[in-house]
T-cell receptor, first 120, second 116 residues
Framework: AQTVTQSQPEMSVQEAETVTLSCTYD???????LFWYKQPPSRQMILVIR??????QNATENRFSVNFQKAAKSFSLKISDSQLGDTAMYFC?????????????????FGQGTILTVHP | GAGVSQSPRYKVTKRGQDVALRCDPI?????LYWYRQALGQGPEFLTY????????KSGLPNDRFSAERPEGSISTLTIQRTEQRDSAMYRC??????????????FGPGTRLLVL
């Protein structure tokens, strides 16, 4: 079974600064996807960024970028120019390929989350 | 377009009652997932539908939990004889297709269930 570990229960950062959230995972799969989701106080679950394991290039999305180290099974999220609206719980998630009954789908396993607070 | 919607947003029930939670996926999305999220934890997989077929129910905790998606669109998660340990946020997610398998799952706002 896959496990996802987020070792930082809480992080804080000053507005406009940069912060990095850590995530490691354990798998024997070679092909998979990785995601970061954001859960603000409203408790919505919002996609931040995704990474395909077979792509060596790190994904970026505006102020959000990842450092994907496949051999180390590490997938950290860097938030640049932090904004107050970035305050949220961040979840790292691993997607495994399942093939069953003629259907392919992805099964997500989430980490425990990191609460990020951005201070003015 | 409209995102995934869920109803009710909050449900308070007494132990022993049955509850039905509804999910309306993004229009045209073939894949539908149910997750359960305890407070302060990440979501945990419950079940998966491809159109109307329930392809994977390995995450359902026991036989009091069931789900259906009869017409391949709206889905209902039913919990019979609720217990206090069932209290959690129940989330639905949908994605465009089963192929390619790496499609992003888009989550609904969740139903917060409290069993007294």
């Amino acid at each position: 079974a896959q496990t996802v570990t987020q070792s930082q229960p809480e992080m804080s950062v000053q507005e406009a600064e940069t912060v990095t959230l850590s995530c490691t995972y354990d798998t024997s799969e070679n092909n998979y996807y990785l995601f970061w989701y954001k859960q603000p106080p409203s408790r919505q679950m919002i996609l931040v960024i995704r990474q395909e394991a077979y792509k060596q290039q790190n994904a970026t999305e505006n102020r959000f970028s990842v450092n994907f180290q496949k051999a180390a099974k590490s997938f950290s999220l860097k938030i640049s120019d932090s904004q107050l609206g970035d305050t949220a719980m961040y979840f790292c998630a691993f997607m495994k390929h399942i093939y069953s009954g003629g259907t392919s789908y992805g099964k997500l396993t989430f980490g425990q989350g990191t609460i990020l607070t951005v201070h003015p | 377009g409209a995102g995934v919607s869920q109803s009710p947003r909050y449900k308070v029930t007494k132990r022993g009652q049955d509850v039905a939670l509804r999910c309306d996926p993004i229009s045209g999305h073939v894949s539908l997932y149910w997750y359960r999220q305890a407070l302060g934890q990440g979501p945990e997989f419950l079940t998966y539908f491809n159109y109307e077929a329930q392809q994977d129910k390995s995450g359902l905790p026991n036989d009091r939990f069931s789900a259906e998606r009869p017409e391949g669109s709206i889905s209902t998660l039913t919990i019979q004889r609720t217990e206090q340990r069932d209290s959690a946020m129940y989330r639905c997610a949908s994605s465009p297709a089963g192929k390619p398998w790496g499609e992003t799952q888009y989550f609904g706002p969740g139903t917060r269930l409290l069993v007294l």
